[in-house]
T-cell receptor, first 111, second 112 residues
């Protein structure tokens, strides 16, 4: 059974600081997704990572994938309050497309 | 706006009742997925349909059932509701069997 673990589960940080969220998964997969969720809202797709070594950046967020280590990271650079949300990684089972989600990282950026 | 439409947005009902949640996928998307999000279980995959056929089943209770109609919209039926079924139910769609999932706004179910 595929297990996806994120850490930390909760992150409080100051504006302007950098931090990294980690996503580990237990079995082989070549597709990993990062989503953002604001409280009570839908999941917004941030990044789709499809191959080993993939790196994608959008604004202050950068995601990478190491399929050999079964690890993805979401790096936050110079955080701003608008980035406050819950971030989920999700891994696709190779034989299908249903996603197994991590527990989420609740990020709070304080002024 | 992802293009995935879910109704109703909010639903309050009593234990033992039955409800139906509806999902219209993005135009052209053939695959529909249902997920349940609760505080204690997180985001759990329930079931997937592709072009009208069930393709994958996750942690879906026997009291729950779903179907995808010829026009590709999908319905999730929840029966004999229990307090623990209170959750946010998301529908997502994708163009093919694989690929990025686009999520709707969700249906918040409260069972009293």
């Amino acid at each position: 059974e595929l297990k996806v673990e994120q850490n930390p589960l909760f992150l409080s940080m100051q504006e302007g600081k950098n931090y990294t969220i980690y996503c580990n998964y237990s079995t082989t997969s070549d597709r990993l997704y990062w989503y953002r969720q604001d409280p009570g809202k839908s999941l917004e797709s941030l990044f789709v990572l499809l191959s080993n070594g993939a790196v994608k950046q959008e604004g202050r967020l950068m995601a990478s994938l190491d399929t050999k280590a079964r690890l993805s990271t979401l790096h936050i650079t110079a955080a701003v309050h608008d980035l406050s949300a819950t971030y989920f990684c999700a891994v696709a089972v190779s034989a299908g497309n249903m996603l197994t989600f991590g527990g989420g990282t609740r990020l709070m950026v304080k002024p | 706006d992802s293009g995935v439409t879910q109704t109703p947005k909010h639903l309050i009902t009593a234990t033992g009742q039955r409800v139906t949640l509806r999902c219209s996928p993005r135009s052209g998307d053939l695959s529909v997925y249902w997920y349940q999000q609760s505080l204690d279980q997180g985001l759990q995959f329930l079931i997937q349909y592709y072009n009208g056929e069930e393709r994958a089943k996750g942690n879906i209770l026997e009291r729950f059932s779903a179907q995808q109609f010829p026009d590709l919209h999908s319905e999730l039926n929840l029966s004999s509701l229990e307090l623990g079924d209170s959750a946010l139910y998301f529908c997502a769609s994708s163009p093919r069997m694989t690929g990025e999932l686009f999520f709707g706004e969700g249906s918040r179910l409260t069972v009293l």
